[in-house]
């Protein structure tokens, strides 16, 4: 891979705080894989059948990613591994997007936006799936990955600092679900709106921000933005 398109030494934000990084490594071709789970899943979400052709098309959108910021999660591939299809509770996750009326899945820190993308191919409506970043960026990354134009994913994203109050707010306490429809997904600003309506997830996070400001993103997101009957 062109060294040119390495980043240079700079100073990247890492949620509430940035670091400086002296020496960003190249990326590292020879650590690429695929689980034959994620080899499938990644063949049927962008038409690319070749191992070879798919391993230079997510090798590309690597690279791109780690153009905005050299994180090492897109380094060494944490990206494509699906960690929500490893938790003990996905299956309940599914029954609740299939079978809840009005259930809306809100991804945190979702960097391509992958476990998004595989809710959708296990059965969720993309249209009920809204996912969110600190980094625009990544969400368009997120189209490149997948060979989704904005138009042709039904999904809905929002960029934003979880720390901004314009972005996810202090709610009062929620007592039980929310009375009504969720607002409608398509013309979301930030994350406000939907206090009382979601069952977030949020896996990336916790590795962004630091242990004081995930505990406050946690306060708020159980205090407003969960529907109690159905918060993960």
């Excluded at 798919?54 to 690279?63: P, T």
């Excluded at 591939?77 to 299809?85: K, P």
Aim: glycine share 6%; aromatic share 8%.
């Amino acid at each position: 891979m062109d060294s040119e398109n390495t980043p240079q030494a700079d100073t990247f934000p890492l949620g509430d705080d940035s670091i400086q990084i002296i020496d960003v490594p190249p990326l590292d071709l020879s650590i690429y894989s695929l689980t034959p789970d994620e080899a499938e899943f990644f063949k049927a979400a962008t038409g690319i059948n070749d191992d070879n052709m798919l391993r230079a098309h997510i090798l590309r959108a690597q690279e791109e990613a780690y153009k905005v910021a050299p994180y090492p999660c897109i380094y060494d591939f944490a990206f494509v591994r699906m960690w929500i299809t490893k938790l003990p509770v996905y299956q309940d996750i599914l029954d609740i997007g299939r079978e809840r009326l009005g259930a809306v899945f809100l991804d945190l820190g979702c960097c391509f936006s992958v476990d998004s993308r595989r809710l959708a191919f296990d059965g969720i409506l993309a249209c009920a799936i809204v996912s969110s970043d600190i980094k625009t960026e990544f969400l368009e990354s997120s189209h490149l990955l997948f060979r989704t134009p904005n138009d042709t994913w039904a999904g809905h994203s929002v960029s934003g600092d979880l720390l901004d109050s314009e972005m996810l707010s202090v709610a009062p306490v929620m007592r039980g679900s929310k009375v009504g429809s969720p607002p409608d997904l398509s013309t979301l600003m930030s994350l406000n709106p939907l206090h009382g309506h979601c069952s977030p997830s949020m896996p990336r996070v916790s590795r962004t921000y630091s242990p004081k400001s995930n505990n406050y993103i946690w306060h708020v997101l159980l205090l407003g933005c969960c529907r109690r009957s159905q918060a993960l």
